[in-house]
């Protein structure tokens, strides 16, 4: 008794309006902190699950599949040799990211790792039985995702980057 327990839906509010604009500022904030320091700063999550211990993030280029603008977001990450996995949560909202989505429509790309700029890579969503391994190796990174696979009716997927 008196344990806290997870809800099994998303929170209230994070999904909306007001809350997708901060979370695009801190993202720009990211982004650009992580540049200018070359990964020395913003190159480690320590937020939810991150809090005690801190999860690697790259800085992900992807081009909009209707824009054709190119787009910097940040990812947490796994470094399986020369593949990065990275998970379009979304922080369990309904939908998948854009950047997603950007992947597949165009996964040649660059991502940026702390001390690394413009490492060359290739996109592809793992297969259902790659992912069945992945998805522990991912929550074991950052256990928060098992939080939000709960929240939301969708798949999320699982993306392996490929260093070129």
Request: charged residues 25%; glycine residues 8%.
């Amino acid at each position: 008794m008196g344990r806290f327990s997870l809800p099994a839906q998303a929170p209230r509010g994070l999904d909306s309006p007001a809350t997708a604009k901060i979370m695009k500022l801190m993202a720009r904030i990211q982004v650009k902190a992580f540049t200018l320091t070359n990964g020395r700063v913003g190159s480690t999550w320590r937020i939810g699950a991150g809090f005690r211990a801190p999860v690697p993030t790259l800085l992900l280029e992807h081009r909009g599949r209707k824009s054709g603008r190119l787009f910097t977001t940040p990812l947490l990450y796994l470094d399986s040799g020369d593949q990065l996995i990275v998970v379009a949560s979304q922080g369990g909202l309904p939908k998948h990211p854009q950047w997603y989505f950007n992947l597949l429509a165009d996964p040649e790309t660059h991502v940026h790792l702390k001390g690394r700029r413009n490492v060359p890579v290739t996109a592809r969503v793992a297969a259902a039985d790659e992912r069945r391994e992945l998805w522990p190796r991912v929550v074991d990174l950052y256990a928060d995702f098992a939080k939000y696979q709960e929240w939301t009716d969708r798949e999320i997927p699982v993306v392996v980057l490929t260093v070129r």
